[in-house]
């Protein structure tokens, strides 16, 4: 097994206790990605948030070897299901079609105040959803 803690999460590895992600062979389990930016603080409103989520979790797999196309499972947690119009719209710009499983779950709160969805993948290095 390979830690996955890309440049810049090193506090989060060090202060939470936990990496990014764990590379198993080819397969890679990323922990959830929140809509931060790089001061940690939540981005403002769903779409916003669902950008830096996927970007973090793009940057994420990049460092284990993988890309977003490399996706065979998503699973979002929501704070509000209403929210999902905004979500999805936002979602489309990184995964445009070959659309892996996905489950969304609502939830009453993440982690930090002010977030809004959460996002968890897994991943094959090639796989390539076709």
Do not use: C
Request: net charge negative; charged share 25%; no cysteine.
């Amino acid at each position: 097994m390979i830690l996955v803690n890309p440049k810049g999460s090193e506090v989060i590895y060090d202060s939470l206790k936990f990496s990014q992600a764990v590379k198993i062979g080819d397969t890679i389990k990323v922990s959830g990605q929140v809509g931060i930016d790089q001061s940690f603080k939540p981005a403002e409103g769903i779409e916003a948030q669902t950008r830096f989520a996927f970007q973090n979790l793009e940057n994420v797999l990049r460092e284990a070897g993988a890309e977003l196309t490399d996706i065979v499972e998503l699973v979002t947690y929501h704070t509000s299901m209403k929210d999902m119009k905004g979500f999805a719209k936002a979602k489309n710009e990184f995964i445009k079609d070959n659309y892996p499983a996905w489950t969304a779950i609502g939830v009453t709160e993440l982690v930090m105040p002010g977030l809004l969805v959460e996002i968890r993948a897994t991943a094959v290095i090639n796989s390539r959803i076709e």
